[in-house]
């Protein structure tokens, strides 16, 4: 079990630091004359000179890069090219805002999922049929266009929640609830639907495995089998699958954000892009790669733990 | 019925088309694909129908309501919306194509190059796809448009670069496996170039496949696309579903209707081209599952047994008339049928009759196939899912069982009557211990309390002869051997102290070495208990060494019945001839070579 988990974060943090590398050379080499952009057509080609010289970019991208991931080991990410701001700064202010939407899409992901996908996998005939064809869906419609259709119906039609901005949790968690819910329903559906289909699949194949016909041939009901043999069995999968939706959703959330309006991660990577504010765009790599690496691991330690194979190992 | 799983693409060279048609007769396949024709039509000619410039603003007609001259009305900057509509169908799914035709390049050569040469290509798609699950497409693509600039087709040639993998994964797997077919060594032996090799039985294999991938990645492609240009991240001159939906939304309190016709095009283009994929994949499972296989095998099987045989019975005789106790299972004419997709019913037992009397060990003896162990989950009431009992009966201990529900089987299974199994691994759960799935059933048929259910588990263990209960009862099944494991599942089945204790090929998985002790096993506890035995089987010498009836098996039908000393000495059908001649050729002592050598 050690062995196995210096193994994992090892080889994530290797991962880690091949995405940030990639990242960097191909952000500062390939951006051609970044401190032209930066003062602008009309300066002077000193002006622009002194500019380069002032953010280090007249060095070779190498060094730069040896710079920077120096600073970044200590914490320092830099500023801002256009507001001066400390890009660490920037993106841990941001970060919770994000974090918040995207974990509790999981969460009710998982919990939606797990109902659904049972209920389908038992029920079989017309609610597996009915399920799974709003799982596809589900899957089918792009995130940004529910969040659209969540705004038009809940907020602008029946004014229950709030159109768009944000209210943090510690100034009125009420407030909080009705800013974040349906940004949250909107990431959601997609990891619903993906997660049902997935647990739906995992629990029907564990129902024709040979130790449930065992299990029952000892006299335990469908049911015990089920909610204890069964849905252990199909933990496994199903943590893969909200693995890789939690991905997918901290992707949807840069854009559910921007339609909310919410001041997260998105709303900075939009800005931080448009600008061409390269050092803010760099953070936010390592900030996502970070998260998601974190959860990754998390989720690998927790198939280990789960599985008597490894953890015994 | 462990080999239902689908495993690799089946070839399906002849079988496109007749897909195809089926995909057509399918109505969610024909609305799908009719929408994907359609919305591709009007992107290579709507151009032509746009009856204004797109980009024309006209400060006269902001949001103008929909008229003869503008049939959807005017945008914000007074620009035709209509027009805009067709123009942006044309740019939005052609780079979205873009993405598809970048993916399936790179993807489908380099998995051929990877899969059929092997080689360093794999090491680079690991890392590739290493990314794109750890960083999210749309912040790859934020990354990248810092340095691309807003370029719609720009952007969609990286994320066809992203989507990659997913094509090379398919390609590589089949590839690989195809490689070591048979007929593609033949063909190259034959002397047929690689890549004639390559187009002819690689490609056909995976055709299918990849066009389901491609509708998926298009609709992907789309969406993430109209998300990137719904953030303002595209290029505004020109016009796109995203950047229209973008336009609408900014315009939401005043005009909502602007969002509609964009939400539209990317909402119904994504779900028809997901729904078309899934229908595609659900029509090639179908073609190549293996229900059409055993409906064939089952049909032709129902052809020969109509011609009907009687069933042969012998009479008892002195040893088997020891055992003519209270009959206590009673099945007759147990019908046990599958019901199709296609509305019929393929049946796998057609019309046994077995009668099992109190402390009779009976052996139900047949080939693979022959029905013998659907027979035994019909009286266990556990058939696998899509089957039931068609017709007869099946009574235990006066109680009719045949698909009988759970609470009538609730106080048989797992009390009065057991099961133990063929394969022993697969038929203990891997994620609970051997003791918690000893107890388990105990604690909740027999009432236990943990310590007693404890108690008990460890006495059998040790019973079924176990060197060390203490550590098998606390070891998860993976720690433990095969020959341990069906020792275990005895001690389950016998823990209940039941009447009929059913044995579903006790010993065919095991080491020859262990078979013999493990029947051993069985014959004490059957002593022990006084149980009743259904003993299934397909070799004579098990039967020979435990039974005192035997009932031969073949095509879901009984042919021979009778004492096993009987049916030994006299057997009257060829089938059980021909059995009785493979236990002779598998044991029959050869005479001595020394003594061939003398003569």
């Known amino acids: ?313 | 019925m462990s080999d239902t799983k689908p495993t690799m693409p089946i070839p399906v060279t002849k079988r496109s088309q007749g897909l195809l048609r089926r995909v057509m007769k399918n109505p969610v396949g024909l609305v799908s694909l009719g929408f994907i024709l359609l919305i591709f039509g009007l992107a290579l000619f709507g151009g032509l129908l746009a009856p204004h410039d797109p980009n024309l603003s006209d400060a006269r007609l902001i949001l103008a309501p929909a008229s003869a001259d503008h049939p959807l009305g005017t945008d914000p900057s007074g620009r035709d919306v209509l027009s805009r509509l067709l123009v942006a169908t044309q740019i939005s799914l052609f780079a979205a194509t873009l993405a598809l035709v970048v993916a399936l390049v790179i993807g489908v050569l380099a998995g051929l190059v990877a899969g059929y040469y092997k080689g360093w290509i794999d090491g680079v798609f690991g890392w590739i796809t290493a990314l794109t699950i750890s960083m999210p497409g749309i912040i790859i693509l934020l990354a990248a448009r810092t340095i691309i600039g807003p370029s719609v087709w720009l952007a969609m040639l990286v994320f066809g670069v992203l989507m990659s993998p997913s094509f090379y994964r398919l390609v590589y797997a089949s590839v690989s496996a195809v490689r070591e077919e048979l007929y593609v060594d033949a063909a190259r032996v034959s002397g047929l170039s690689d890549g004639r090799i390559i187009s002819r039985h690689i490609l056909g294999v995976v055709r299918a496949p990849i066009i389901i991938q491609s509708a998926m990645i298009l609709g992907i492609a789309v969406a993430i696309q109209s998300g990137l240009e719904f953030l303002g991240l595209g290029d505004t001159r020109v016009p796109t579903w995203g950047g229209m939906l973008s336009d609408g939304f900014a315009a939401m309190y005043r005009a909502p209707i602007l969002m509609l016709w964009p939400s539209l095009a990317i909402g119904l283009t994504s779900i028809a081209l997901t729904l078309f994929a899934n229908v595609l994949r659900d029509e090639l499972e179908r073609s190549g599952g293996i229900l059409r296989r055993r409906k064939k095998g089952a049909q032709a099987a129902e052809k020969r047994s109509r011609q009907g045989d009687p069933v042969l019975v012998h009479g008892e005789d002195a040893h088997s008339a020891r055992r003519t106790g209270e009959v206590l299972l009673d099945v007759s004419n147990l019908h046990v049928g599958y019901d199709q997709p296609d509305g019929s019913l393929v049946e796998v037992v057609r019309g046994v009759d077995l009668t099992i009397r109190r402390g009779e060990v009976h052996g139900l003896i047949g080939e693979s196939g022959s029905g013998k162990s659907q027979t035994s989950f019909a009286i266990l009431g556990l058939l696998p899912s899509g089957g039931r009992v068609v017709d007869g009966s099946v009574v235990f201990e006066g109680v009719q069982l045949a698909n009988a529900d759970a609470d009538a089987y609730a106080t048989v299974r797992g009390t009065r009557m057991a099961y133990i199994p063929q394969e022993p691994m697969s038929n203990l759960d891997p994620m609970f211990t051997i003791g918690s799935q000893l107890t388990e059933p105990l604690r909740k048929t027999q009432g236990m309390d943990k310590k007693a259910a404890t108690k008990k588990a460890l006495a059998l263990l040790a019973r079924v002869g176990i060197p060390d209960p203490q550590r098998t009862f606390d070891a998860y099944p993976h720690q433990i051997s095969g020959g341990m494991a069906q020792r275990v599942l005895i001690a389950g089945a016998v823990s209940s102290d039941p009447d009929l204790l059913i044995a579903d090929e006790p010993t065919t998985a095991l080491d020859v070495t262990i078979q013999a002790e493990v029947l051993d096993l069985i014959r004490d506890l059957q002593q022990d208990y006084d149980m009743a035995v259904l003993l299934v089987t397909h070799n004579f010498g098990v039967v020979a060494d435990l039974c005192d009836r035997v009932s031969v098996m073949r095509e879901g039908k009984i042919i021979e019945t009778g004492p096993v000393r009987g049916i030994f000495a006299d057997p009257q059908h060829a089938y059980t001839q021909s059995l009785l001649d493979a236990m002779l050729e598998d044991s029959a002592p050869r005479p001595p070579l020394t003594q061939g050598a003398r003569s």
Do not use: C
């Not at chain 1, 995992?202 to 016909?213: E, F, P």
């Open chain 1, 1 to 313: 079990m050690a062995r196995f988990i210096v193994r994992r974060v090892l080889s994530r943090v290797v991962l880690l630091f091949a995405i940030t590398t990639l990242a960097f050379i191909l952000l500062y080499a390939g951006s051609g004359d970044i401190a032209r952009r930066i003062v602008g057509q009309t300066a002077t080609a000193e002006q622009v000179a002194a500019r380069a010289a002032e953010l280090g970019l007249d060095r070779p991208v190498l060094e730069q890069y040896v710079s920077w991931l120096g600073n970044a080991v200590t914490g320092n990410l830099g500023r801002s090219w256009f507001s001066g701001q400390l890009v660490l700064d920037g993106v841990a202010s941001r970060m919770a805002v994000t974090l918040s939407l995207v974990i509790g899409a999981t969460i009710i992901s998982a919990l939606l999922a797990v109902a659904l996908g049972v209920w389908a996998a038992l029920a079989r005939g017309v609610v597996d049929r009915v399920i799974q064809f709003l799982t596809v869906l589900g899957m089918a419609v792009p995130g940004f266009l529910v969040a659209v259709g969540l705004v038009l119906v809940f907020a602008l039609q029946l004014g229950w929640f709030r159109a768009t901005g944000f209210t943090p949790f510690a100034q009125d968690p009420g407030g909080w609830v009705r800013s974040v819910t349906l940004p949250i329903a909107a990431l959601a559906v997609g990891g619903v639907s993906a997660a049902t289909q997935q647990i739906r699949g995992s629990v029907i194949d564990a129902l024709q495995r040979d130790y449930v016909r065992t299990l029952r041939s000892r006299g335990l009901d469908t049911r015990s089998v089920v909610f204890k043999h069964v849905l252990r069995n199909s933990i496994g999968p199903a943590l893969a699958i909200l693995n890789v939706q939690f991905v997918g959703m901290l992707g949807g959330a840069v854009i559910v954000e921007q339609v909310f309006a919410l001041p997260g991660l998105g709303q900075l990577s939009v800005a931080a892009t448009l600008q061409g504010d390269i050092p803010i765009v760099m953070g936010l790599v390592l900030a996502t790669a970070a998260i998601v690496v974190v959860v990754n691991l998390a989720i690998d330690l927790a198939q280990a733990f789960l599985n008597p194979k490894v953890r015994l190992a």
